[in-house]
């Protein structure tokens, strides 16, 4: 026996040593957090109870959410419409970097905004193992074929000029531009037809009905409104859109659970609550004291309170970064109906709404939640903008990002794991786009409008007339505010501090410019490593 005991000592050497690698190249994966995005659509400031202890309804979960995590009061979307801030959300950046107008895509709109080759946040996960999923509105565009294999353009029209075994799958779709599965629709799943689904990249029941809105309910007598007319998929579902989404996401979390319980997940949840027309599911009906829209936006809190229940459920509560944001403020009627018919306020005090260069129009909930690395309770005055969730992300998962991926994006990890001193800020400045592209630049609390007037809505008449200003500097070509002291808007300083004045003007030239615009630091570091079960701190 004795002349064999070396080799044994040395397989069984050999075993440990293998072993030992796998348990380690196993925890070094699992200690990566699984990452989940819930972003909602046109859910303003003044939206949830946690921001606004007005409000005519409650939020109990994302409430619960906020006080277990942190809560970001100055947090913005890149753009005060859908499509330009869901590309600052993949791709880190403003629409500007594209060369291409701001704009909402409508029937078969595209091509996306995401670019061939441009690194998406799915992409960045990917490149450090993780499997990826996107469930929702997509509406970033899309390319679609007609019979003749030529591009169409956007348009309800067209949507019957679609080649479907052409056009997919769909040469820019969420499957390549990094999501493992996706399970979406092109435009907003209620108000924009083309309305099919398209999962992974494919159309499995095209658009062959014509849709009437006078088949929805209408609760209210008129929160149907934006609703449009033109086709639809047989089987497509209107009034519990968000709930298809919620099962969607929820699936594809379990599934990758038991198909790779050794690897991280990142995924988005996209919602369409609370953008028009506003449909809660029956579920929801009645239950708030502030009409359909209380209910709808009550509904969306009770779905994140499921999704969050879930992941505890399954065990992977403590290792799960969820992230709460909006695309932008609230809808223009849904603002006004919502402060006549229930004193709320769903731009939270904030001048402007949805399409608006003004506060209302862009400043939006922004909730993060990690327990044990997030401190609870904790809420940040930073500065932040929905394009920084890509460098934010890609620091919490060890990813040192090239200078020209994500040129718009600020890490803010350290200000949610408490580790950065909160009255330093992160950001020296912030650039939004309003409705017609038009820019504005925040630095600290100096607010510079580079357009004259709202930047989206007119206020001359209508239902909007009633929250018209008088302009105090009605020569003036921009707009020039210091929150500190005139948070709601009033006081064109355009004239009077023309030295701050032409500083923002200079500063929003710069980063701007193409093709070297940028607004985001270079050589950003990642907070973690791969391996890292804690965070690093942060070396003043």
């Known amino acids: 026996m004795r002349q064999f005991s070396f080799p044994a000592t040395q397989l069984i050497c050999a075993v440990l040593v293998i072993t030992a690698f796998i348990f380690t190249t196993s925890l070094s994966?699992?200690?990566?957090?699984?990452?989940?995005?819930?972003?909602?659509?046109?859910?303003?400031?003044?939206?949830?109870?946690?921001?606004?202890?007005?409000?005519?309804?409650?939020?109990?979960?994302?409430?619960?959410?906020?006080?277990?995590?942190?809560?970001?009061?100055?947090?913005?979307?890149?753009?005060?419409?859908?499509?330009?801030?869901?590309?600052?959300?993949?791709?880190g950046q403003q629409v500007c970097r594209t060369g291409r107008g701001s704009r909402a895509f409508e029937g078969p709109g595209g091509p996306s905004y995401l670019k061939p080759g441009e690194l998406t946040i799915a992409e960045m996960a990917k490149k450090q193992?993780?499997?990826t999923g996107v469930f929702g509105k997509w509406h970033v565009g899309l390319t679609w074929l007609d019979q003749e294999g030529k591009k169409l353009g956007g348009g309800f029209k067209n949507s019957l000029l679609i080649d479907y075994e052409k056009s997919c799958p769909l040469v820019d779709g969420p499957n390549n531009r990094g999501f493992d599965e996706s399970f979406i629709?092109?435009?907003?799943?209620?108000?924009?037809?083309?309305?099919?689904?398209i999962e992974n990249g494919r159309v499995p029941s095209p658009a062959s009905l014509r849709h009437?809105?006078?088949?929805?309910?209408?609760?209210?007598?008129?929160?149907?409104?934006?609703?449009?007319?033109?086709?639809m998929a047989p089987d497509y579902r209107f009034v519990d859109a968000d709930l298809l989404f919620y099962d969607k996401t929820i699936q594809f979390i379990k599934n990758h659970r038991k198909q790779f319980p050794d690897k991280p997940f990142f995924t988005v949840f996209s919602t369409q609550i609370s953008h028009a027309p506003v449909l809660p599911a029956p579920e929801f009906n009645g239950k708030t004291k502030a009409g359909p829209r209380g209910d709808f936006v009550y509904q969306l809190d009770a779905l994140v309170g499921r999704l969050l229940d879930e992941i505890k459920r399954l065990g992977i509560d403590e290792n799960t970064l969820v992230l709460f944001n909006s695309d932008n403020g609230p809808e223009t009627l849904h603002t006004d109906w919502m402060r006549q018919d229930y004193a709320?306020?769903?731009?939270?005090g904030w001048r402007g709404m949805k399409r608006d260069g003004w506060e209302g129009g862009h400043r939006v909930p922004m909730i993060a939640r990690w327990p044990g690395q997030i401190p609870a309770g904790k809420t940040s005055q930073q500065l932040t903008n929905t394009t920084d969730?890509?460098?934010?992300?890609?620091?919490?998962?060890?990813?040192?990002?090239?200078?020209?991926?994500?040129?718009?994006?600020?890490?803010?990890?350290?200000?949610?794991?408490?580790?950065q001193n909160e009255n330093e800020p992160v950001r020296p400045h912030m650039l939004t786009q309003s409705f017609r592209g038009e820019f504005q630049i925040r630095q600290g609390e100096w607010k510079?409008?580079?357009?004259?007037?709202s930047g989206g809505n007119k206020y001359d008449k209508g239902n909007l007339q009633k929250y018209a200003l008088p302009e105090s500097a009605p020569q003036a070509k921009g707009q020039l505010y210091n929150l500190a002291v005139d948070p709601g808007e009033t006081t064109n300083?355009?004239?009077?501090?023309?030295?701050?004045?032409e500083e923002l003007q200079s500063l929003l030239t710069k980063l701007t410019t193409q093709p070297d615009g940028r607004s985001a630091p270079r050589g950003r570091k990642p907070i973690r490593t791969q391996d890292d079960d804690q965070p690093k701190p942060i070396v003043k």
């Open 389 to 419: 969730i890509f460098a934010t992300v890609a620091s919490a998962i060890g990813f040192e990002m090239p200078d020209n991926v994500a040129v718009d994006s600020y890490d803010m990890l350290g200000v949610m794991l408490g580790i």
């Open 448 to 453: 510079f409008l580079n357009h004259t007037g």
């Open 29 to 91: 994966a699992q200690t990566l957090p699984n990452i989940i995005v819930v972003y909602a659509d046109d859910l303003g400031y003044g939206d949830l109870s946690c921001y606004n202890p007005k409000a005519a309804y409650q939020t109990p979960r994302l409430d619960q959410m906020a006080s277990e995590g942190i809560k970001f009061t100055d947090a913005h979307s890149p753009s005060t419409i859908c499509s330009p801030s869901r590309y600052g959300l993949y791709s």
């Open 493 to 501: 300083l355009y004239f009077t501090e023309a030295k701050k004045r």
């Open 185 to 197: 629709t092109p435009n907003c799943p209620t108000t924009d037809p083309l309305y099919v689904y």
């Open 212 to 231: 009437k809105r006078n088949n929805l309910p209408n609760p209210g007598g008129k929160w149907r409104w934006d609703n449009d007319e033109g086709w």
């Open 344 to 348: 709320h306020d769903a731009a939270g």
């Open 129 to 131: 193992g993780y499997r």
